[in-house]
């Protein structure tokens, strides 16, 4: 049987489902980026209205958390070009004749930047 295209009203539903998740786990377990970022705006907002003896070590802690996970991405970031030259070096490992890849190494070069 042929699917019967959705109405209006439908998609706002649906779309409002998955704004309001029943489980945030289970929203992030399925991507629902939506749910996430609803339910994220709602937190802060609250968060922000608290008291700042009830959330200033709540908001203390994701600043701390923040620090953390920006320190690993420089991490990350600074180790990308030794992860860029393993690919590289896997691919001309893997390459039967090393010297003609030199060559056309070689020839790129000369190609790109001119013989001087």
Known sequence: ?????????????????????????QAAAQMNVLGLVTFSIFFGFVL???PAETGGP????VE??????TRMVEIVLKL???GVFALIASAIAESCDIGAMA?????????VRGPG
């Open 1 to 25: 049987a042929p699917e019967h295209p959705q109405s209006a009203l439908e998609s706002i539903l649906q779309i409002l489902g998955q704004a309001f998740p029943p489980n945030l786990v």
């Open 48 to 50: 922000s209205q608290a």
């Open 58 to 61: 709540l908001i203390q802690g």
């Open 64 to 69: 701390r958390l923040n620090q953390v996970v």
């Open 80 to 82: 990308t070009p030794v």
């Open 103 to 111: 060559k056309a190494i070689a020839l790129y070069m000369v190609t």
